[in-house]
């Protein structure tokens, strides 16, 4: 069992960042790949970054490559999702999620574990 609590959103306008933190309790943290999740209003949960359980690969969404940044520290049991640039498409609820799977994957399916997401607004 993980649990998974969000922080770190909030209001910022367009080209600014952010980073957001997502705490796990657990001992079995570090064996679990972590994935970064948004959905706006309106629209379905779609897939923006993971990161594999050593912190060895990771992968991005088109929509974010190049501006954000995911990355994880076992010791701390925390994935942090590092934003910059931000624009209002970026505007969403964030969700952290925890796999079983050692292969990085973009399907919410394969995710067990969610948090309870964390706001994340940009104003143009």
């Known amino acids: 069992q993980v649990q998974l609590v969000e922080s770190g959103g909030g209001l910022v306008q367009a080209e600014g960042s952010l980073r957001l933190s997502c705490a796990a309790s657990g001992r079995t943290f570090s064996t679990y790949t972590m994935g970064w999740f948004r959905q706006a209003p309106g629209k379905e949960r779609e897939f923006v970054a993971a990161i594999s359980w050593s912190g060895g690969s990771t992968y991005y969404a088109d929509s974010v490559k190049g501006r954000f940044t995911i990355s994880r520290d076992n010791a701390k049991n925390t994935v942090y999702l590092q934003m910059a640039i931000l624009k209002p498409e970026d505007t969403a609820v964030y969700y952290c999620?925890?796999?079983?799977?050692?292969?990085?994957?973009?399907?919410?399916?394969?995710?067990?574990?969610w948090g309870q997401g964390t706001q994340v607004t940009v104003s143009s």
């Open positions: 999620a925890a796999s079983p799977f050692r292969t990085v994957g973009v399907d919410p399916s394969r995710y067990d574990y």
